[in-house]
């Protein structure tokens, strides 16, 4: 690993957000990641391809620990994260998006967008007894930031529409918004681009950006080399759950291997 | 027909609502799929009726040793059980060993869910239904601990011995009067805004004041009709289905007379009346009638607590001595009310959002931080302790328990209760548990006078209604009463 940092010498160890050594993890006989790695700078924009079946998705489950790894070490924010529960690794700030849009269908979309703020007063069953004063001023406050969240990403006509009613664009973009509201310090997004219409994947790609520019970092997987060239600063190339190649967009496309694996050997 | 039946029929009902709130916070708002709640209401009506029952407690090492005289050839374990026996208190207040109740239900509840709430959620139901189990054949064969199938009796009841003087009955008329207020003003403000819920026009209050001038008339002629009486002499069945069509046509004028006034209230009424779809018109029938029940129930309740209606000495209705369940019903409609009310903050505050996230996706709820096994085993425990108070209640209403009462039937009364209302609605669970027992009620009394068909197969008749019943609601209303149809049309 230390060999291929020292080749990047924009990569400093300290302002490495995310870092993931030695990651495996085997569904039955089947290794799925095999001995992986990666890692993300802070503040930039990182793709992961790799044909299917390369293990891209269970490597985001691995690093959230949707999954517990087999072995394997995570550094996030400079604390070791493999072993937390899912739902503490979210509130240290980091948020996925899901390969198939996962939006809450029967609460409204400005409810969705209100669940993901982190440590709300109100989420403490205690706390509704005595600090009903304090929820009503937080729920105040988070439906203003929700509102202008929705404006920025043009679903804010949709507010009080029940999510499920949303199409699969607007899906994926209620669910990029929502992983906003938890003030995230690393978004995964798993295939944002997938099934999306072109003109809203230019969409998706200013807010990505945009958000970029406000200080979040990414980790992006797509399949649509467009969406990682025009966005990404650095790509991981995973082939057979293992590392096959890493660089800038441009080094990739000119790999000769990274070709292989993807239109077989 | 007499105020104490009213008030009975108000106790069940109210009893059957509590308990199925606490299923709809489990399952209607977080998705928990909980076939054995009446364990929870076993736990909860045992344990207070155990330590209010002076010696009940204290008394049990004793038996305990009597039932399995191979304790005490251990001396160590029989002197441990003799302490026990020496520290245990004679009897609890009332109040604490409701509390005490609820907590070994929640406490059940966490037993339960620690072991299989992190699994997935077919899982939990299958062990709530062995659960509720277990504990039904705990209570018949370990008779040290309930008596087993003789039962438990002569227990306690609270304000049993109450001799209410003017100024209590008015203090609990005011605060039942207070409940009843804030509980009609509720369905008035959320019958107002239904229509618009589904997408209509909104309602005038003269569409709905329409309504309830022709329930109340159709009340008034019922109720005249009940001192009809019939001479001739023919079969009871005949007799009953005469008296049926006598107090209908009685009761017809008024009815008309209401419609009539609906549409004569004003211009406007007619063409929103035309603007409605019919399901607002069922759904208003519904909460009309509802309501009708409810200020039923309050009105049977306020009479049962004595207070009574003279007019120029000739009584009219009412009787003035309080009987022991209005005083019960009084307790129970309070605590449902604050039970409710509490519920209801809970379920629109953030907790309640994450439940009900929960409920919809729960790997979308862990992604965003929640702590969804928190959430789960609270929303679990809470719905139990809730269970354990009605319980508390189901026990002194019948003023002996044995675990027949405790029947896994229940539960699944409950379920029809929740799903007829609406899932994930508290109103439609009162509303659901009030038709469920009216349904209960009217076919214990009307059916038999009707169908010439002996006691057993009437009992088969009347569940079978209940499902058909059940299945036309689904084909024709599958959301439940209160439930909102454009969610079942959504993809996840």
């Given at each position: 690993?230390?060999?291929?940092?020292?080749?990047?010498?924009?990569?400093?160890?300290?302002?490495?957000?995310?870092?993931?050594?030695?990651?495996?993890?085997?569904?039955?006989?089947?290794?799925?990641?095999?001995?992986?790695?990666?890692?993300?700078?802070?503040?930039?924009?990182?793709?992961?391809?790799?044909?299917?079946?390369?293990?891209?998705?269970?490597?985001?489950?691995?690093?959230?620990?949707?999954?517990?790894?087999?072995?394997?070490?995570?550094?996030?924010?400079?604390?070791?994260?493999?072993?937390?529960?899912?739902?503490?690794?979210?509130?240290?700030?980091?948020?996925?998006?899901?390969?198939?849009?996962?939006?809450?269908?029967?609460?409204?979309?400005?409810?969705?967008?209100?669940?993901?703020?982190?440590?709300?007063?109100?989420?403490?069953l205690?706390?509704?007894?005595?600090?009903?004063?304090?929820?009503?001023?937080?729920?105040?406050?988070?439906?203003?930031?929700?509102?202008?969240?929705?404006?920025?990403?043009?679903?804010?006509?949709?507010?009080?529409?029940?999510?499920?009613?949303?199409?699969?664009?607007?899906?994926?973009?209620?669910?990029?918004?929502?992983?906003?509201?938890?003030?995230?310090?690393?978004?995964?997004?798993?295939?944002?681009?997938?099934?999306?219409?072109?003109?809203?994947?230019?969409?998706?790609?200013?807010?990505?950006?945009?958000?970029?520019?406000?200080?979040?970092?990414?980790?992006?997987?797509?399949?649509?080399?467009?969406?990682?060239?025009?966005?990404?600063?650095?790509?991981?190339?995973?082939?057979?759950?293992?590392?096959?190649?890493?660089?800038?967009?441009?080094?990739?496309?000119?790999?000769?291997?990274?070709?292989?694996?993807?239109?077989?050997? | 027909?007499?105020?104490?039946?009213?008030?009975?029929?108000?106790?069940?009902?109210?009893i059957y609502?509590l308990f199925s709130l606490g299923l709809n916070l489990q399952w209607?708002?977080t998705?928990l799929?909980n076939f054995g709640h009446i364990a929870f209401m076993t736990i909860g009506a045992y344990t207070t009726i155990a330590l209010t029952?002076?010696?009940?407690?204290?008394?049990?090492?004793?038996?305990?040793?009597?039932?399995?005289?191979?304790?005490?050839?251990?001396?160590?374990?029989?002197?441990?059980?003799?302490?026990?026996?020496?520290?245990?208190?004679?009897?609890v207040?009332i109040v604490i060993a409701v509390m005490i109740g609820a907590g070994l239900a929640a406490l059940l509840g966490l037993a339960i869910g620690t072991s299989t709430l992190?699994?997935?959620?077919?899982?939990l139901?299958?062990v709530t239904i062995g659960v509720s189990e277990v504990v039904r054949?705990v209570a018949?064969?370990?008779?040290?601990l309930t008596?087993?199938?003789?039962?438990?009796?002569?227990?306690?009841?609270?304000?049993?011995?109450?001799?209410?003087?003017?100024?209590?009955?008015?203090?609990?008329?005011?605060?039942?009067?207070?409940?009843?207020?804030?509980?009609?003003?509720?369905?008035?403000?959320?019958?107002?805004?239904?229509?618009?819920?589904?997408?209509?026009?909104?309602?005038?209050?003269?569409?709905?004041?329409?309504?309830?001038?022709?329930?109340?008339?159709?009340?008034?002629?019922?109720?005249?009709?009940?001192?009809?009486?019939?001479?001739?002499?023919?079969?009871?069945?005949?007799?009953?289905?005469?008296?049926?069509?006598?107090?209908?046509?009685?009761?017809?004028?008024?009815?008309?007379?209401?419609?009539?006034?609906?549409?004569?209230?004003?211009?406007?009424?007619?063409?929103?009346?035309?603007?409605?779809?019919?399901?607002?018109?069922?759904?208003?029938?519904?909460?009309?009638?509802?309501?009708?029940?409810?200020?039923?129930?309050?009105?049977?309740?306020?009479?049962?607590?004595?207070?009574?209606?003279?007019?120029?000495?000739?009584?009219?209705?009412?009787?003035?001595?309080?009987?022991?369940?209005?005083?019960?019903?009084?307790?129970?409609?309070?605590t449902v009310?604050?039970i409710?009310?509490q519920l209801?903050?809970?379920?629109?505050?953030?907790?309640?959002?994450?439940?009900?996230?929960?409920?919809?996706?729960?790997?979308?709820?862990?992604?965003?931080?929640?702590?969804?096994?928190?959430?789960k085993l609270q929303s679990f425990m809470l719905g139990g302790a809730i269970a354990g108070i009605a319980g508390s209640f189901y026990a002194w209403?019948?003023?002996?328990i044995?675990p027949?009462g405790f029947?896994p039937?229940l539960t699944?009364?409950a379920?029809?209760?929740?799903?007829?209302?609406?899932?994930?609605?508290?109103?439609?669970?009162?509303?659901?548990?009030?038709?469920?027992?009216?349904?209960?009620?009217?076919?214990?009394?009307?059916?038999?006078?009707?169908?010439?068909?002996?006691?057993?197969?009437?009992?088969?008749?009347?569940?079978?209604?209940?499902?058909?019943?059940?299945?036309?609601?689904?084909?024709?209303?599958?959301?439940?009463?209160?439930?909102?149809?454009?969610?079942?049309?959504?993809?996840?």
């Amino acid at each position: 690993m230390d060999d291929k940092r020292q080749q990047d010498p924009q990569v400093q160890p300290e302002n490495l957000l995310l870092t993931a050594q030695g990651l495996s993890k085997a569904f039955g006989g089947i290794q799925a990641v095999n001995n992986a790695e990666i890692h993300v700078p802070e503040g930039q924009i990182v793709g992961l391809i790799g044909p299917n079946g390369a293990g891209k998705t269970t490597l985001f489950n691995l690093l959230c620990n949707f999954i517990a790894p087999d072995h394997g070490r995570i550094i996030f924010n400079g604390r070791p994260i493999e072993r937390l529960q899912p739902h503490k690794i979210a509130l240290q700030g980091m948020i996925r998006t899901f390969q198939v849009a996962r939006v809450l269908s029967r609460l409204s979309v400005l409810e969705n967008m209100l669940l993901a703020a982190p440590n709300q007063t109100g989420e403490k069953l205690h706390n509704t007894f005595f600090q009903a004063h304090i929820i009503r001023r937080q729920e105040k406050e988070l439906k203003e930031k929700a509102h202008v969240i929705l404006e920025s990403v043009g679903l804010a006509a949709k507010a009080k529409d029940y999510a499920g009613a949303l199409s699969g664009g607007q899906r994926k973009l209620l669910e990029m918004a929502r992983g906003l509201m938890a003030d995230p310090k690393l978004m995964l997004l798993d295939e944002p681009a997938a099934g999306v219409n072109p003109t809203l994947i230019q969409q998706i790609c200013g807010h990505v950006e945009r958000w970029n520019d406000n200080g979040i970092t990414f980790l992006i997987i797509e399949h649509n080399m467009d969406v990682i060239m025009s966005l990404c600063d650095r790509v991981w190339v995973l082939a057979e759950g293992q590392n096959l190649a890493v660089g800038t967009p441009a080094e990739i496309q000119s790999n000769k291997e990274v070709l292989e694996a993807y239109l077989g050997q | 027909m007499e105020v104490g039946y009213f008030v009975s029929l108000a106790l069940f009902t109210t009893i059957y609502a509590l308990f199925s709130l606490g299923l709809n916070l489990q399952w209607g708002y977080t998705g928990l799929i909980n076939f054995g709640h009446i364990a929870f209401m076993t736990i909860g009506a045992y344990t207070t009726i155990a330590l209010t029952l002076p010696n009940f407690v204290k008394e049990m090492p004793q038996r305990l040793m009597e039932q399995y005289p191979v304790i005490e050839s251990q001396a160590w374990l029989a002197s441990i059980l003799k302490g026990l026996g020496d520290i245990l208190p004679e009897q609890v207040p009332i109040v604490i060993a409701v509390m005490i109740g609820a907590g070994l239900a929640a406490l059940l509840g966490l037993a339960i869910g620690t072991s299989t709430l992190r699994l997935r959620e077919d899982y939990l139901s299958i062990v709530t239904i062995g659960v509720s189990e277990v504990v039904r054949l705990v209570a018949v064969n370990e008779e040290w601990l309930t008596r087993g199938p003789r039962g438990v009796f002569n227990y306690p009841l609270p304000l049993a011995k109450l001799q209410p003087n003017l100024f209590i009955k008015g203090v609990m008329i005011a605060s039942l009067v207070l409940v009843l207020g804030l509980a009609l003003w509720r369905l008035w403000q959320w019958l107002l805004q239904q229509p618009q819920r589904e997408g209509h026009a909104p309602l005038s209050p003269a569409l709905f004041v329409g309504y309830v001038i022709c329930l109340i008339g159709v009340a008034i002629c019922w109720w005249l009709s009940f001192s009809l009486s019939l001479t001739i002499e023919m079969p009871s069945y005949l007799q009953e289905l005469v008296l049926l069509m006598m107090r209908l046509a009685m009761a017809a004028p008024l009815a008309i007379v209401g419609v009539v006034l609906v549409y004569a209230s004003c211009r406007q009424t007619v063409q929103q009346l035309r603007a409605q779809p019919f399901n607002t018109h069922l759904s208003l029938l519904t909460v009309t009638m509802g309501m009708g029940l409810v200020v039923m129930f309050f009105g049977a309740l306020i009479m049962g607590l004595g207070f009574e209606i003279k007019l120029l000495g000739i009584h009219i209705i009412g009787s003035s001595e309080y009987t022991y369940k209005a005083g019960l019903l009084w307790l129970l409609i309070l605590t449902v009310a604050v039970i409710f009310w509490q519920l209801e903050r809970w379920v629109n505050s953030p907790w309640g959002r994450v439940l009900t996230s929960i409920r919809e996706d729960e790997e979308v709820a862990k992604a965003l931080g929640k702590d969804v096994f928190r959430y789960k085993l609270q929303s679990f425990m809470l719905g139990g302790a809730i269970a354990g108070i009605a319980g508390s209640f189901y026990a002194w209403q019948l003023t002996f328990i044995n675990p027949d009462g405790f029947i896994p039937l229940l539960t699944f009364q409950a379920w029809i209760i929740i799903v007829a209302g609406g899932a994930g609605n508290n109103v439609g669970t009162l509303l659901g548990a009030g038709i469920f027992w009216a349904y209960n009620e009217v076919t214990r009394f009307i059916l038999p006078n009707i169908l010439p068909l002996d006691d057993a197969r009437l009992g088969a008749f009347r569940v079978m209604v209940i499902g058909l019943m059940l299945i036309i609601l689904m084909m024709w209303r599958p959301q439940g009463l209160l439930g909102k149809k454009e969610e079942l049309t959504l993809g996840r």
